[in-house]
């Protein structure tokens, strides 16, 4: 008898629409529009055509008076295009916090910290009043359609901040979209006739990959708005002349790697048990001409070396960092000795990068650094791999503190911490004092789960890590999840909070939880359909404490620490303490 095998359909592109309700009507519409009226139709690719890009991954929004499209510092996977009515720009100043659904930074004085040890509730997770209590000029509404903020005096906000007009046709958050950064400022809408399109960042670049107009208008505006700030920042542009930094600016070629939704496709490894850094995308190969500098703009890039038949990671490189600058430079300086890159870059996750291509930086950018300031030349020794430079020393985290405990780091991505808690288990006695501490400081709720993956003595518990690259703020529709404004520790304004549960499903460590919340009198709240109210719950680093995170200051035996895994030479000192 033959064997049956169950047979299922491959996934395809749009087997998820970002809009089930958008209708042959509206793409019909939306063709007539501009910029979609003027793309060529024949440039698309047949099983990605224009109509299916705005049918599948488009969705049509309508805003009504003061309600908040984007808010700054939230970080979204999309743009938007302006299809009627208007909206405003908040420039300077900016809105307050309390006015965008967060919560207000405020530490609690000496007596309330103390007084923490007998006056929390008995049940867990209790809300007061003042904690749900919301801000008087900010309105939360949640329904079938979503969610949103609303800007209660729009006439008031107009007047006291500078704001400007974006009409039919502007086009916005595409930056932020595309280079995984927040978004830089608030937008809200301006009367009851606002209609934007919404088009997620997988549709935003199949656009750009096929229509060369819109992919031109975006890095026009790219360069105009975000390159010059950006180099500025960077040590070895700060001397150029504005002409200068033009004819960088100029000749700046951008580019994405990866995949956007690196954190569902993580879990999906980790479960499997399938990381191979062999499988990333190569930004740059070691043994290949140094054409360009690169700098990361954000996310993660592993930097590796050949070492035998595979690679040795030697370091992680975050935003800020440059690739090829040392090669360039030493070619620069002699011609004659030229070398190909030392190392292989790789693509972890979703990795948005700046490239200055080699003949602008020999012609503009190396000419005004001063000889002190530039990376060393490479020896002989290095080249011929007898010796080991001091520049290769501090590139090499991974000999600092051990080539397992490297890659057990990378391969799970904990070098997106910017608060990771690590736990020496050799100092660890299991006194549990870190989670009483923890739950004395929440309200006798603890935050974190004293257990977690393991390397050789180290463990990296299942806590909120405070992410560099903090994938659980995608998609909140109040904001309610965001950053701090004074530590930029991520934490959940529970005011806001709807408990949709967005965050928890974004996040690649299962560090935030949903929970049932309790009145003071223990009774569990509910809403207008005696459902109970669900909230996000996660370590919030004490924001609210005089000293900081309350585990890493109980902890009798300093087995516990809270670190920036960007910063391996302060790790190294830990584990070698």
Aim: net charge neutral; aromatic share 6%; glycine share 8%.
């Amino acid at each position: 008898m033959d064997t049956v095998h169950f047979v299922i359909d491959k996934p395809q592109r749009w087997d998820s629409s970002f809009d089930p309700d958008m209708s042959e009507a509206d793409v019909t519409r939306l063709m007539a529009l501009r910029p979609f009226s003027e793309m060529d139709l024949e440039k698309f690719s047949k099983r990605t055509p224009l109509s299916g890009i705005l049918k599948n991954d488009a969705r049509i929004r309508r805003f009504k008076n003061g309600e908040i499209i984007v808010r700054a510092g939230d970080y979204g996977s999309s743009a938007f295009l302006v299809l009627s009515g208007h909206a405003r720009v908040v420039l300077n100043p900016g809105l307050p916090a309390s006015m965008l659904g967060r919560r207000k930074s405020q530490r609690k004085g000496l007596f309330e910290i103390v007084a923490q040890l007998w006056t929390n509730p008995r049940d867990p997770e209790v809300r007061t009043e003042a904690e749900l209590e919301q801000d008087s000029g900010v309105k939360a509404r949640s329904g079938s359609k979503g969610a949103g903020v609303f800007l209660q005096d729009v006439p008031r906000i107009l007047d006291e901040h500078k704001t400007a007009t974006m009409s039919a046709g502007d086009f916005f958050g595409e930056i932020a979209a595309l280079s995984r950064t927040s978004r830089t400022a608030t937008i809200f809408a301006v009367g009851d006739a606002t209609e934007l399109l919404e088009i997620r960042w997988q549709g935003l670049r199949d656009l750009l990959r096929f229509d060369v107009h819109l992919r031109h208008h975006i890095d026009r505006i790219y360069r105009e708005r975000t390159l010059a700030t950006h180099l500025r920042e960077i040590p070895i542009f700060k001397r150029l002349s504005d002409e200068q930094l033009k004819r960088v600016i100029e000749q700046t070629q951008f580019g994405t790697y990866g995949d956007y939704d690196w954190s569902g496709d993580y879990k999906r490894l980790a479960k499997e048990g399938k990381h191979s850094p062999e499988k990333e995308t190569i930004i740059a190969q070691e043994g290949d001409y140094p054409n360009g500098v690169v700098l990361i703009r954000s996310g993660f890039a592993r930097l590796s070396q050949k070492f035998g038949h595979g690679h040795r990671t030697l370091n992680y490189l975050g935003a800020g960092c440059e690739f090829g600058l040392r090669e360039i430079a030493h070619n620069w300086r002699h011609p004659a000795d030229a070398v190909p890159f030392q190392q292989t870059l790789r693509v972890i996750g979703y990795t948005h990068v700046i490239v200055v291509p080699t003949a602008v930086m020999e012609e503009v950018v190396l000419p005004t650094v001063a000889e002190s300031a530039l990376p060393p030349i490479f020896t002989p020794g290095e080249l011929a791999e007898t010796e080991v430079s001091e520049t290769t020393r501090t590139l090499d985290a991974g000999a600092k503190i051990g080539p397992e405990l490297m890659e057990f780091l990378t391969e799970n991505r904990f070098f997106n911490g910017s608060s990771t808690m690590v736990i020496d288990l050799e100092r660890c006695t299991r006194c549990d004092d870190c989670v009483r501490a923890c739950a004395t400081t929440n309200e006798g709720n603890p935050r974190f789960l004293r257990h977690g993956q393991i390397s050789g003595r180290i463990m990296v518990a299942n806590s909120c890590m405070h992410c560099a690259d903090p994938v659980c703020l995608i998609g909140c529709p109040t904001g309610a999840i965001h950053r701090g404004q004074v530590g930029g520790e991520v934490i959940v304004n529970q005011a806001t909070c709807i408990g949709c549960s967005i965050c928890s499903n974004n996040c690649p460590y299962e560090a935030i939880r949903m929970v049932e919340i309790r009145e003071e009198d223990g009774a569990f709240m509910v809403d207008k359909d005696m459902r109970p109210i669900v909230k996000a719950t996660k370590c919030d680093k004490c924001s609210d404490q005089i000293g900081g995170p309350a585990c890493e200051r109980s902890c009798p035996h300093g087995a516990l620490k809270r670190m920036d895994m960007n910063n391996l030479d302060a790790f190294a000192k830990w584990l070698h303490r």
